[in-house]
């Protein structure tokens, strides 16, 4: 069964940073590629960021660019999002998700982890 | 920028009604087009990917169509579970659009 499991929310100030994991178990995540979904208090969904299996391409809305980083670690089963400069505008529950195949870029998702609540506020 | 626009934003239903919602992209997209819905509180749950590929467990009365840039998706008969908010996703470029959302509801 695949899981993906999300942590790392919680409350930070403005300009403040937070570093989000994704534990996954139930397929090979090195061979998939993963994505940073988030969805703002009552608001709809947000790409935020992907990366393509072994880290090799990461890709970024114009939203977060410069200020947060996609990683993972194929040996932990982890996807990282790493957010510096966080702004109010940021507060989000923050999803990662996986594709079907090695790349974002034409690849659909399939499989969703059930969220970290990140708030931005002073 | 690159928009996805669905409509209607929010739409009333009886069980047992077909409904129909569409997703129009600003520009072609080839069939790169997949549909997510998301009940009340909880992570979204993947419907539909390459315009009308069915994820595995999904029941048949969903059903996608369209290409380019205008898609169609498809309840055939509504049952109680499918109450809930729908997006559509392009994933044919690095910037991976969502639409804004159609919350059916019941009438």
């Known amino acids: 069964e695949v899981q993906l499991l999300e942590s790392g929310g919680g409350l930070v100030q403005p300009g403040g940073s937070l570093r989000l994991s994704c534990a996954v178990s139930?397929?090979?995540?090195?061979?998939?590629?993963m994505s940073w979904v988030r969805q703002a208090p009552g608001k709809g969904l947000e790409w935020v960021s992907g990366?393509?299996?072994?880290?090799?391409?990461?890709y970024y809305a114009d939203s977060v660019k410069g200020r947060f980083t996609i990683s993972r670690d194929d040996s932990k089963n982890t996807l990282f999002l790493q957010m510096n400069g966080l702004r109010v505008e940021d507060t989000a529950v923050y999803y990662c998700a996986k594709r079907t195949g090695i790349t974002i870029l034409g690849v659909p998702i399939d499989y969703w982890g059930q969220g970290t609540l990140v708030t931005v506020s002073s | 920028d690159f928009q996805m626009t669905q409509s209607p934003s929010s739409l009333s239903a009886s069980v047992g009604d077909r409904v129909t919602i569409t997703c129009r992209a600003s520009?072609?997209?080839?069939?790169?087009l997949a549909w997510f819905q998301q009940a009340p509180g909880k992570a979204p749950k993947s419907l539909i990917y390459a315009t009308s590929s069915l994820q595995r467990g999904v029941p048949s009365r969903f059903s996608g169509s369209g290409s380019g840039t205008d898609f169609t998706l498809t309840i055939s008969s509504l049952q109680p579970e499918d109450f809930a908010t729908y997006y559509c996703q392009q994933y044919n470029s690095d910037f991976q659009t969502f639409g804004q959302g159609t919350k059916l509801e019941i009438k």
């Open positions: 520009q072609g997209i080839s069939n790169y």
């Open positions: 139930g397929f090979t995540f090195r061979n998939y590629a």
């Open positions: 990366i393509s299996d072994r880290g090799g391409d990461t």
